[in-house]
């Protein structure tokens, strides 16, 4: 008779610590708010004009490229040099204010999301090409030169900066995301491309990673380390950045395919030929349809691959037949060769607005990005089960890719207001990474992970989280750089 009595007690207690637990959480959002806008009014003191908190300022600083809800930052300081972000940083650093650095706001992984407020720092008037190096095929640039910006100032050197992601991205955001694109077939990512950089840390120094020399065996690669490191383990101030020389001859062309799985494995044989490809993309029939809308083509609506190959005359041609004799094995063809430049400009432009261009499948939704990367023997593989998935589930969903190093795209198409379809695209794009990672891939080849990818992680890295984590903790104890990142 006396369990009814005992359970009421132990019922009370679980209320009183649930309420205890509520109040301390409010508590604590209470004091990080006030922390916040102390931080923000200093930062007004210092920077003037230059510090903004207005509401819709902060708002296009929180994330809105993406499905992610955006998250706005409490303040948005407008940085000129390096030492002005070191002195933000460490401002922000005494009071334990979160900072998170800002580009063009192009990613796609809620990288520049403020889920704890704080402050973000805006480096787009660090746009400044300090120095370009043409006899050692360098240069230094400020985080806020974007890579149309350097390519246009290098028209007229013979060099040219290809890792192209699409974007007109700053190149600070690029080496934070470790990004790459059509031309990364050829010439790699932003790991290979970043020779050196200047970082202010957590605690407001200002170190400096790497050099200009080609290699080097002394101490740690730093470089490496912040490259992919989206912020959370400094903010890059200046890069150093490898550069090519413009090549003699440039070839581009449209093949059609059967099928998407003729299209992968066109590419595998390419790719395993050893045919030194610079550029080759894939679009299932969805995406042409789309691009036919918005860039005004003519396409015909099938598997396609877009190619371009970079060289001298006589190489470019060989690469090309070659390349032909591949497509024609597996039912590709005909060729539509795009041989003048402003051909090979427009065709490219379409390629880079693929991303606009689904919105014209389906006008009024929004779009649930994501992309995977697989070994190129896995490519066809991979995108044939995941395009009988999206046809399973019946979802609007272009699929898209760099697929010449097994990297592709896939664009969700959903109606926000729906419960249900959103459902239904978080559910396949889990699906999706889990399929990539279980081919010996990886969840992300080029977004980042930002916040929408974290799940993943453990699953991909195993033990070596543990380590990621230390090193997180070592370079920024207060978790004060872009948190909610990565970890979590």
């Not at 916040?36 to 708002?59: I, M």
């Not at 940083?89 to 796609?108: D, M, N, Q, Y």
């Not at 598997?303 to 070659?322: I, M, N, R």
Request: aromatic share 6%.
């Amino acid at each position: 008779m006396f369990e009814p009595v005992c359970e009421n007690a132990e019922k009370n207690k679980s209320e009183e610590k649930s309420e205890m637990s509520l109040a301390a959480m409010q508590l604590h959002v209470e004091r990080n708010e006030e922390k916040n806008k102390l931080v923000a009014d200093l930062l007004v003191q210092r920077f003037g004009e230059r510090c903004s908190r207005s509401p819709s300022v902060c708002e296009q600083h929180g994330h809105t490229t993406t499905w992610l809800p955006n998250q706005a930052p409490d303040a948005v300081v407008f940085a000129e040099n390096t030492e002005e972000v070191a002195e933000i940083v460490r401002i922000c650093a005494e009071h334990k204010v979160p900072v998170i650095p800002f580009g063009t706001g192009t990613s796609l992984e809620g990288h520049i999301n403020a889920p704890g407020g704080g402050v973000s720092i805006d480096l787009s008037r660090m746009n400044q090409i300090v120095a370009v190096n043409s006899e050692d095929l360098d240069c230094q640039v400020q985080p806020g030169v974007t890579r149309k910006q350097l390519n246009s100032h290098l028209r007229d050197t013979g060099l040219f900066f290809p890792i192209d992601p699409g974007a007109d991205a700053s190149l600070g955001g690029m080496a934070a995301t470790r990004a790459s694109g059509t031309n990364a077939v050829r010439y790699g990512t932003m790991k290979d491309a970043v020779l050196g950089m200047t970082v202010v840390t957590a605690s407001g120094e200002i170190i400096h990673t790497g050099g200009r020399a080609r290699k080097s065996s002394a101490g740690y690669d730093l470089t490496r380390l912040m490259v992919g490191s989206e912020g959370t383990l400094g903010i890059v101030t200046e890069l150093t950045l490898r550069l090519h020389g413009q090549p003699e001859a440039i070839s581009g062309g449209v093949c059609p395919f059967p099928s998407i799985e003729a299209a992968c494995n066109a590419v595998i044989s390419t790719i395993q030929c050893g045919i030194p490809v610079a550029r080759i993309e894939l679009l299932d029939e969805l995406q042409v349809r789309a691009c036919n809308t918005y860039s005004k083509l003519n396409f015909a609506e099938t598997p396609t691959l877009f190619l371009e190959f970079h060289g001298s005359e006589a190489g470019v041609k060989e690469q090309s037949e070659l390349f032909g004799s591949i497509a024609e094995e597996y039912g590709g063809g005909p060729f539509s060769w795009a041989t003048k430049p402003e051909e090979r400009t427009s065709l490219w432009a379409a390629r880079h607005d693929a991303y606009w261009a689904a919105f014209t499948l389906r006008p009024g939704a929004k779009v649930v990005a994501s992309d995977v990367c697989v070994p190129i023997s896995r490519l066809a593989e991979c995108v044939s089960a995941t395009k009988k998935d999206i046809e399973a589930e019946g979802l609007v969903a272009p699929i898209v890719g760099h697929v010449g190093d097994g990297n592709f795209h896939v664009q969700v198409l959903v109606d926000e207001n729906s419960a249900d379809e959103i459902a239904a695209a978080e559910d396949f794009v889990e699906r999706l990474n889990w399929r990539a990672i279980e081919m010996d891939g990886t969840c992300t080849g080029e977004h980042g992970v930002g916040q929408g990818k974290m799940k993943y992680l453990n699953k991909e890295h195993g033990k070596a989280m543990d380590m990621m984590a230390a090193i997180k903790r070592a370079l920024d104890p207060d978790n004060i750089l872009n948190p909610g990142k990565i970890f979590g």
